[in-house]
């Protein structure tokens, strides 16, 4: 059993969804890599906003980012583009885009004079990795072959996306400090903005580390078995 949250018939359903869209990118000259790329660019512009403390903004271009990570491998199987080298530029940039996004959040709560999200960010990225690093390393070792790993574990990269998503945007609406206290945590309330921002890093930072564990749990069981 995966305990994944996002079923195998489910991530098919919405790649089926997403490849008349890519394939419109296609028609235009762009190639897969050229997506991938595009949504890194977009991880940066949202790390930006974040570290600016633009906070609905950086939710906003998570969302957008992410859907071009859709894009890419959409178009390379609707092209016949797949290969071995596009999976790995696929694979890199999205861990360097998501770890990007985690950096512009630790200096946009840094600058708001708070430190318990700072630490919730580094929780939540940490753990994060650790589920992709899970899924790289039993694949290069012949457990889970082909993208089987990726329905194991409650948090894949797309509920994180979500997760992390809703904390940004509900950050971004919510009140921060009153603009008469001074931009300083001592002067006033704990701001209701930080608090959706540290719940939704800390959901983050506890399922991607179920996820983990669950993930080894299935390596472990595959090893028994062979």
């Known amino acids: 059993m995966s305990g994944s949250l996002v079923s195998p018939a489910l991530r098919a359903r919405v790649r089926g969804l997403a490849e008349p ?38 939710g906003l271009l998570v969302v957008v980012g992410s859907v071009f990570d859709l894009f890419d491998g959409a178009l390379a199987r609707a092209t016949g583009r797949v290969s071995k080298l596009g999976a790995f530029f696929d694979s890199v940039f999205d861990r360097w885009g998501e770890g990007v996004v985690y950096v512009g959040i630790v200096w ?33 070792l012949g457990f889970t072959p082909g993208t089987g790993m990726a329905a194991v574990g409650l948090a894949p990269r797309e509920v994180r996306i979500v997760i992390l998503t809703l904390g940004l945007v509900l ?36 399922l991607a580390t179920i996820t983990t564990i669950q993930r080894i749990l299935h390596v472990r069981t595959q090893a028994k078995e062979g």
């Open 108 to 140: 946009g709560t840094l600058d708001m004079g708070l430190w318990r999200p700072v630490v919730l960010t580094v929780a939540a990225a940490v753990s994060a990795f650790m589920v992709s690093y899970t899924r790289a390393k039993s694949e290069s």
């Open 21 to 58: 869209v890519a394939r419109g990118f296609g028609r235009l000259g762009l190639t897969p890599n050229h997506l991938t790329l595009i949504g890194f660019g977009i991880a940066v512009l949202a790390a930006v906003a974040a570290a600016a403390g633009s906070w609905l903004l950086a």
């Open 171 to 206: 950050a971004g609406l919510l009140p921060g400090f009153p603009e008469d206290t001074g931009a300083g945590a001592g002067g006033a309330a704990y701001p209701l903005s930080a608090l959706a921002l540290e719940a939704s890093l800390a959901l983050i930072a506890i």
